[in-house]
């Protein structure tokens, strides 16, 4: 559907620092000559698309000036066959968006401080640029006590319905582990100190929050300390509860309920998803790969 | 740490139409009053974490009234002690933002035709809005002619290194299943039509386009055609491979090793990760649950 850039996407499946709209990496920044007002053309910074990003806070601009240095900018850009054209445009420099709006450029995606709006320039081409994220990932944890057959269970203070016996958790932070993210939610929640140990399921459905998709992981901890400690802000109840009882009780949601019920077959069978760190030949850094293995005893 | 409003999506974890930002769901969009730039108060949409949404679409109001309507409403909306104000600002009014930006609002998601900015209005509570998405996700496939002991490997042709052999697949779009994905995807690439059977991992890492992180799947599929009609656009060469082949090749990124490793594993032990679909007892929409299971023969 989308062929350069996805193209690339697919071929790595490896961290990117510098591709894709150039966002994530504003080419040597530091070294670069800033531009001021008096610029016609901006400068920004090419990526290997053939496309220019332009970040507002690097090549300031009144906005007196704006509407003429970007019209004298696409010109050119036009002249030279670009692809992409991205504009990063900072809180401060706001009032540029209704020219880049009036200028065909539709917003990508935003972040607080900064939104980035997009152009795409070939008019014989498809625009070819995959949409931002769309999924939301969180994590639900069954932390399980072996010596009693019990698991950790909250019921949650926001309910829009009845309240439910639920496996800690939430969402995953952003860059944060999903590991990481299990541990933390068990700790904020309910005090007790967990070690995540694998992947027992996922569940992917759509429409949720501002219209994303949404994974919720569940992973498998063993803990590590017993007593609990609930979050008052977040959570009205904090039981070890048995974990025939939480498969038979009337407050469980459905999807939890399977989830216990596939627990119970995994701890007969010992084979689920487990997780290595392998660190990329290239760039040196970790990434986790989680795969169908024999859990070791 | 965000505590309402990820509290809701954590009591949930099921699709939610009406929550967070109500940006998904302007309530009553055909039967609101429409205010006029004779508004001194925009009506917005109540949210039910007490905030506000007001979509510039259903509000218009020229760009010589907004500054005026919006401190108006501000006013009011502080007075009546609101929380998270959102505006959902559509292309066409896109010169609301400098006045928004600058009264303290910031953004927080896009999407083409429209930015949506927010204000947290509470001085004495610190904002609890969750991020949005920042999960990519993408599926790759496994397709295995059991006959022949062949998997349907492909070379892309937008590779920045060495071009690899790889298993053909891409990202899943906005609201599609990851099963239909990675049909869609091998049928794109390969011309080959095959069955979603099971996922068998995935990787998930940190920093890559538009800084997000990404999870990758890969799902194993039985092949229903076996000529191949490779992609021109995005792939320089796809062929059947030999299992074995397929492990040792040097032209094989260490990650697809690996799962390659473990799908020859899955073959000798056949319990995976399998997906349900249930139905959501209150909202009867359908979802996708993955377990580990033994598979069936």
């Not at 931002?132 to 319905?161: C, F, R």
Request: with cysteine.
């Amino acid at each position: 559907m989308y062929s350069v850039a996805v193209g690339l996407a697919k071929i790595l499946r490896i961290p990117q620092r510098s591709t894709l709209s150039g966002v994530t990496d504003y080419v040597s920044r530091s070294n670069m000559a800033r531009s001021t007002a008096t610029s016609s053309i901006f400068k920004g910074s090419k990526d290997r698309f053939n496309g220019i990003t332009v970040d507002s806070t690097l090549e300031p601009c009144d906005s007196g000036a704006f509407s003429k240095c970007l019209k004298a900018s696409l010109d050119q850009w036009i002249t030279e066959n670009r692809r992409a054209i991205w504009f990063r445009v900072g809180l401060e420099q706001s009032d540029w968006i209704p020219d880049l709006t009036k200028n065909g450029f539709k917003f990508h995606h935003a972040r607080d401080d900064w939104v980035t709006l997009y152009r795409w320039l070939p008019t014989d081409q498809t625009c070819n640029i995959p949409p931002y994220a769309h999924t939301l990932l969180g994590v639900g944890a069954i932390v399980y006590n072996e010596d009693t057959d019990e698991i950790l269970v909250v019921k949650e203070k926001y309910s829009v319905v009845t309240p439910m016996w639920k496996f800690p958790g939430g969402y995953v932070e952003p860059g944060e582990d999903i590991t990481v993210a299990a541990e933390r939610e068990v700790m904020e929640e309910t005090g007790i100190e967990a070690e995540f140990k694998h992947i027992l399921s996922f569940r992917h459905a759509h429409r949720f929050a501002y219209g994303c998709s949404d994974i919720y992981m569940v992973a498998c901890l063993t803990p590590r300390s017993y007593e609990i400690t609930k979050c008052n802000r977040e959570i009205t109840d904090c039981v070890w509860m048995k974990l025939d009882e939480y498969v038979q009780h009337p407050e469980v949601h459905e999807n939890n309920r399977l989830v216990a019920e596939k627990f119970i077959e995994f701890k007969n069978h010992k084979r689920t998803i487990t997780v290595q760190t392998l660190i990329h030949p290239a760039i040196k850094t970790p990434f986790r790969v989680f795969t169908i293995s024999k859990l070791e005893d």
